[in-house]
């Protein structure tokens, strides 16, 4: 049986995408409730900058990777695409977030092979791993892998909503990536 080489990115992804307010606020002393607001608002309404946000990032990484909740009905979903993919973990994290993230897919029981890239420039291994379908949440990233002729499943959050590029199908849960998924199966079992 012929399956789709699947990579799926881990954080808001499979994780909630909120996974790391409760952290920056408590850190940065702040009262940000995650309403599917954009990441950019909550840095302007707080004179954030990335290196500042990336500084407390590198310092709370391992504890709000340990502590994410899943997402809805991925658990469920992802154990229906096993039968019909090749799943591979394609995340951004560093490399020494590794052992975390194994136990915590170990832990939700959605465990396949991770690649910690500790970048977003996602295609180069997306290409190795001949990837028929990526499922990301940022937009740039996403844009970077159609670009490159792949199939790109973007899960709807409030920070990746400023633009709606081609070649990219927008879901906004886990049914509907799976549905997604299902039909491209589908349509390929045909030939």
């Known amino acids: 049986m012929t399956k789709i080489n699947l990579c799926v990115d881990i954080d808001s992804t499979i994780t909630n995408p909120d996974y790391w307010v409760d952290y920056a606020n408590n850190h940065f002393n702040t009262n940000y409730e995650y309403d599917d607001d954009t990441v950019e608002m909550y840095f302007k309404d707080n004179n954030f900058d990335y290196k500042k946000f990336d500084k407390f990032y590198h310092e709370y990484a391992e504890k709000m990777h340990e502590t994410a909740d899943i997402r809805p009905k991925a658990k469920e979903n992802i154990e229906k695409l096993e039968k019909f993919c090749n799943i591979h973990y394609v995340t951004a994290r560093e490399s020494h977030i590794e052992p975390i993230t194994i136990e915590w897919l170990k832990k ?3 465990y396949f092979n991770t ?38 499943i973007l899960i ?12 990219i199908v927008r879901v906004y849960n886990w049914d509907d990536i799976y549905e997604e998924i299902k039909k491209h199966y589908q349509s390929i079992k045909k030939y």
């Open 108 to 110: 939700h029981k959605v």
């Open 115 to 152: 690649h910690h890239l500790g970048s977003f420039k996602k295609t180069g291994k997306a290409k190795e791993l001949k990837c028929d379908i990526f499922i990301e949440d940022n937009l740039e990233t996403s844009k970077e892998l159609a670009a490159e002729g792949i199939k790109v």
């Open 156 to 167: 709807d959050t409030g920070f990746n909503r400023y633009e709606e590029p081609e070649n």
